[in-house]
């Protein structure tokens, strides 16, 4: 078991600039979501699904897009990125009343 | 509404004994619990569900008072790996959402 993946790992984007960052994982969670961690903060709920074809917004969804078409992927979209947006994207994936399990993150810087 | 975790820092000896806490203003129907260590992602302690819970795992163990929508994290003779930021999580209402706490950072000195 891979567990939860995400790429890239780190990215450098211009104001402006679009790009999808993906989220895959192979438990068969139902439940799958949209983090981002400020330096020394704690995690921001962007999105989350809890299921295929079904999306919710989080605390902090503006900028950004979701899609679940498939039970394995849930990739993020930032149109127009702003500095505001540079952060750790985190994924994650749980089942009902279990535990979340965290993809290794995304570090992304917009200048 | 964000829980909110204390202390916000401390600091132990190897062997020492620590407890975080994570307070809600809102009923909560269960709290997850979870370590992150610099730079890496954070992962999952455990998950406490509503009826006053207690659980335990090797020397770190969680209660959860429901009433009191309070959850404490008892990490016990301390560790050199138990260093890192804790956070707590809370679920208001079965939606399968967390609210994070803003961490507790927890250093552990030889």
């Known amino acids: 078991n891979a567990g939860v993946t995400q790429t890239p790992k780190f990215r450098i984007l211009k104001i402006g600039q679009s790009m999808t960052l993906q989220c895959t994982q192979d438990m068969n969670h139902n439940y799958m979501y949209w983090y981002r961690q400020d330096p020394g903060m704690g995690l921001k709920l962007i999105y989350y699904s809890v299921g295929a074809g079904i999306t919710d917004k989080g605390e902090v969804p503006n900028g950004y897009n979701v899609s679940r078409s498939t039970t394995e992927d849930f990739p993020l979209r930032l149109e127009l990125a702003a500095p505001s947006q540079t952060s750790v994207y985190f994924c994650?994936?749980?089942?009902?009343?279990?535990?979340?399990?965290f993809g290794p993150g995304t570090r992304l810087t917009v200048l | 509404q964000q829980p909110v975790q204390s202390p916000q820092a401390v600091i132990l000896r190897e062997g020492e004994d620590a407890v975080i806490n994570c307070s809600s203003s809102?009923?909560?129907?269960?709290v997850h619990w979870y370590r992150q260590k610099h730079g890496e992602a954070p992962v999952f302690l455990m998950i406490l569900l509503k009826g006053g819970e207690q659980k335990g795992h090797d020397k770190i163990s969680a209660s959860f008072n429901e009433k009191k929508q309070q959850s404490s994290l008892y990490l016990t003779a301390s560790q050199l790996s138990y260093s890192g930021t804790y956070f707590c999580g809370t679920e208001g209402g079965g939606a399968q959402k967390l609210v994070f706490g803003q961490g507790t950072r927890l250093t552990i000195n030889p």
């Open positions: 809102k009923a909560l129907y269960s």
């Open positions: 994650a994936s749980m089942f009902p009343e279990g535990g979340q399990y």
